[in-house]
């Protein structure tokens, strides 16, 4: 690894590079999938605390590739249930623009339980969009 390597990308970075590459299926550089700083899983299977112990690594801070799954079949609402619980969209999207492109980042908060019995956990996730 190169001298001083330390992933901690911009939100327009993985707006506007990592994500947009993968959508045009686009490989990622080398170093990225060697020291698997972006890794493609469904985070929806497990909970944060699991995803945390299975991604093992020395940072606070996980980066994941993951499809959206939908709520209903013809709907546009997104499915966040997520192992013990689900995901819960916080605060306002944050609008990124390059060029015509337009990026979304959107932080949701961890409850555990069911959407009528839960309560909220410290785990936030941020979610990019294009």
Sequence with gaps: FPPGYYFNPTDQQLLFFY???????????????????????????????????IYENK???????TERERKYPNGSRPNR???NGYWKASGTDKNFRNG??????????????SPRNSHKTNWIMHEYEL
């Design 59 to 65: 940072r606070k801070k996980r980066y994941f590739f």
């Design 81 to 83: 249930l997520a192992g």
């Design 19 to 53: 994500l947009k590459n993968k959508i045009l299926n686009i490989p990622l550089p080398q170093i990225i999938t060697t020291t698997h700083d972006i890794m493609e899983v469904n985070i929806y299977e497990q909970s944060p605390e699991e995803l945390f112990s």
């Design 100 to 113: 015509d492109l337009i990026g979304y980042k959107r932080a949701l908060v961890f409850y555990e339980g």
